[in-house]
């Protein structure tokens, strides 16, 4: 089951008020994802966000297709929410407040997954 890995470049110095922001962060109602057709196509697996100086990274668990993994969170309001309250944080500013805006950050913000190991 993959994982991705979504970088943002934040401004240093401010690590516990954006982790306050995380911890205020509400989940997704359902962990199904769907493809364009709106046909099931996987599972959101699980996340986590990770900070230090200006880097934070908010990693991805899931099954199924990437692009279905941003097309569930560009839809979420707690993601929009999230994305808002963070923006004063933020070294460089990006519109995510449209689907379309939101899928292209994600798009160009993915980093290159070079190795994923997994138990067998």
């Given at each position: 089951?993959?994982?991705?890995?979504?970088?943002?470049?934040?401004?240093?110095g401010?690590?516990?008020?954006?982790?306050?922001?995380?911890?205020?962060?509400?989940?997704?109602?359902?962990?199904?994802?769907?493809?364009?057709?709106?046909?099931?196509?996987?599972?959101?697996?699980?996340?986590?966000?990770?900070?230090?100086?200006?880097?934070?990274?908010?990693?991805?668990?899931?099954?199924?297709?990437?692009?279905?993994?941003?097309?569930?969170?560009?839809?979420?309001?707690?993601?929009?929410?999230?994305?808002?309250?963070?923006?004063?944080?933020l070294?460089?500013?990006?519109?995510?407040?449209?689907?379309?805006?939101?899928?292209?950050?994600f798009?160009?913000?993915?980093?290159?997954?070079?190795?994923?190991?997994?138990?067998?």
């Amino acid at each position: 089951m993959p994982y991705a890995a979504i970088t943002y470049k934040v401004k240093p110095g401010h690590e516990d008020e954006i982790a306050d922001i995380f911890a205020a962060f509400r989940r997704v109602d359902s962990p199904v994802l769907y493809d364009e057709e709106g046909k099931e196509s996987g599972r959101l697996l699980g996340t986590a966000v990770f900070i230090k100086d200006e880097f934070m990274v908010r990693v991805i668990h899931y099954e199924g297709d990437l692009a279905d993994v941003a097309r569930k969170m560009a839809r979420h309001p707690g993601v929009h929410d999230l994305e808002g309250r963070l923006a004063p944080y933020l070294a460089e500013q990006r519109d995510t407040g449209t689907p379309e805006g939101f899928g292209e950050y994600f798009r160009n913000a993915t980093m290159r997954c070079i190795s994923q190991l997994s138990g067998s």
